[in-house]
């Protein structure tokens, strides 16, 4: 169901859950419905990790990071402000180690995306 909505987002919301702006940005913790969420999700099984929409939405991520292949929060829920992976001005270790924690489990099985964090 994740992969087939990120297929036809443009054409369908479930449950009212669009995937638009907001569900590309990186935000903790998980919560709702989210690119973070759904990829940390689906990175848990290794029959996924080839997908073209899974390597599609790893992309997405990935587009986010800095030149030293950090993540910073494109978006924070206010009960969290002060934390850093509620910082969107500065880049989030943890967010960091969530994406990283990812990239690991795809790496596994040799199916990432080019542009993943640099070493």
Do not use: N
Request: proline content about 5%; hydrophobic content about 40%.
């Amino acid at each position: 169901m994740l992969l087939w909505h990120w297929e036809h987002q443009r054409e369908r919301k479930l449950y009212l859950f669009g995937i638009g702006t907001d569900y590309r940005k990186l935000k903790y913790p998980m919560l709702w419905y989210d690119i973070l969420h759904a990829t940390e999700v689906l990175s848990r099984f290794p029959e996924v990790h080839g997908d073209a929409r899974f390597k599609a939405m790893l992309a997405t991520i990935l587009a986010q990071q800095d030149d030293q292949g950090r993540f910073t929060a494109g978006s924070m829920y206010r009960c969290w402000k002060g934390w850093d992976f509620a910082d969107k001005s500065a880049p989030s270790p943890w967010l960091t180690f969530l994406v990283c924690r990812i990239l690991q489990r795809v790496a596994a099985t040799d199916s990432l995306p080019s542009g993943q964090p640099q070493q």
